[in-house]
Each structure stands twice: as structure tokens, then as C-alpha cells.
């Protein structure tokens, strides 16, 4: 009798199957070396609490996967498809995504310390509550995203499109902004002392809220612009 479940090939990688939970399970009952999944869908399924660690994703589908308290640590994600992904309440430290598509995505309460995301897109994630320290963004659109509170006091942010987000309460204190955005995000209560600006698009910025960039660095084109947008000429 034919077995149905999805099998391995080596190295415990599962390949162009769509997974169910129940799939899960059973492999994680059968394995106790970390899986990799390649071109594998996850679509709608709900994957809550599961302990994945170690686990490799290539090219996967996890679009409105609920991943809710599942343990991820040390995970990697690569060119994965995952949008309204809900990650809540979920452990992902040291974990890796690389050219993800996580739009619309949900993190609230999950645990992101020393992770990262290079080259993904975020528009409209929700970043709120979670435990970061160290978690780093590069090359990544976080157009809209929800990111209130988080610090990247000190951090090297290179080309991040923070586009209409809402930072209010972010830190940016001692920041080094190469490239990106932060044209007509919400920064109420941020913290930019010591933060350079000289390599961000700023456009947007209202005049109440100049007091917070107090002590930021900023170049003689992007003041310019700014008198420009509050209506004030320069003599």
C-alpha cells in the first residue's frame, strides 16, 4: 500500500507539494534533523504553535499562513511568497529572509532578535510590540508599515523606503540613513538626536515636527527643500 505522505528526498527536502499540518506532523514525528522545503505552498493553513527550527524555505508560498506562537528560530526564508502571513506571538530569532514578498503581514508580539530581512518587501506590515534588538533591515520596502516603537538607535539603515509608515516612538537616535525614504511617515514622539539624514528623502516633513529631528544631520539641499515645503524663502 502506497504511503500518501508527502516523502523526502535527501537531505530532508521536500520539494513542489502543497503541505497541509497534518503533513507537518507527521514529518517532524518522522525527523529530527532540520527540513527544507522548496517551491512547497503553505497557503491558508493553519501552522499555529508547530516547532520548526532550523528550517529552510526556497521559493515557498505561505500566503495567509497562520504561523501564530510557532517556533522559528534560526529559520530561512528565500524568494518566498507570504502575503497576510500572520506571524504573531511567533519565535523567528536569528532567523533569515532574503527577497521575500511579506506584504501585509503580521507581527505583533513576535520574537525578532537577530533577524533579518535583505531585499524584501513589507508594505503594510505590522512590526508592533515585538521583541528586536539587533533584528536588521536592508534594501527593503516598508511602505506603510506599522514599525511604532521599535529602535534602531545606532543602526546602518541602508535603503529603506519607510514611505507613509508610522514611526511614532521609533529611536533613531545616532542612525546612519544610506538611501531610502521617510517621505510623509508619521513620526510622532521619534527620536532623530545625532541622526544622519543626509542620504534620505525627508519631503513631507510638517514644520511641528522639525523639534524632533533637533540634532539630526541634514544636507543644505534637504533644508532647502524643506523651508521650500513650510512656505519660507530664503534671502
Not at 499562513?65 to 530561512?76: D, P, Q, S, V
Request: with cysteine.
Amino acid at each position: 500500500m502506497n504511503d500518501p505522505r508527502p516523502a523526502l528526498g535527501p537531505a530532508s527536502t521536500l520539494s513542489d507539494a502543497s503541505v497541509t499540518r497534518a503533513d507537518l506532523e507527521s514529518l517532524l514525528a518522522r525527523h529530527t534533523e532540520p527540513l527544507v522545503f522548496e517551491a512547497c505552498s503553505f497557503d491558508g493553513e493553519d501552522l499555529s504553535g508547530l516547532d520548526l527550527q532550523g528550517a529552510e524555505f526556497r521559493q515557498c508560498s505561505l500566503v495567509e499562513t497562520n504561523w501564530l506562537g510557532a517556533k522559528l528560530g534560526e529559520t530561512r526564508w528565500l524568494r518566498c511568497r507570504g502575503r497576510q502571513a500572520d506571524f504573531q506571538s511567533s519565535s523567528l530569532v536569528d532567523a533569515q529572509f532574503h527577497s521575500c514578498d511579506l506584504n501585509n503581514t503580521e507581527w505583533r508580539r513576535a520574537k525578532l532578535s537577530s533577524t533579518q530581512f535583505q531585499g524584501c518587501k513589507l508594505t503594510g506590515a505590522s512590526f508592533v510590540e515585538v521583541s528586536a534588538l539587533g533584528c536588521r533591515f536592508t534594501d527593503t520596502l516598508l511602505i506603510g508599515a506599522d514599525l511604532r516603537g521599535m529602535s534602531f538607535r545606532k543602526a546602518h539603515l541602508e535603503q529603506l523606503d519607510f514611505s507613509d509608515a508610522d514611526l511614532s516612538g521609533c529611536d533613531f537616535r545616532e542612525a546612519v540613513f544610506s538611501g531610502g525614504s521617510l517621505r510623509h511617515a508619521q513620526v510622532k514622539l521619534a527620536q532623530f538626536q545625532k541622526t544622519d539624514l543626509r542620504d534620505v528623502d525627508i519631503g513631507g516633513l510638517q514644520l511641528g515636527d522639525a523639534k524632533l529631528f533637533r540634532g539630526a544631520l541634514i544636507s543644505h539641499a534637504q533644508a532647502a527643500e524643506l523651508l521650500a515645503a513650510w512656505g519660507l524663502i530664503v534671502a
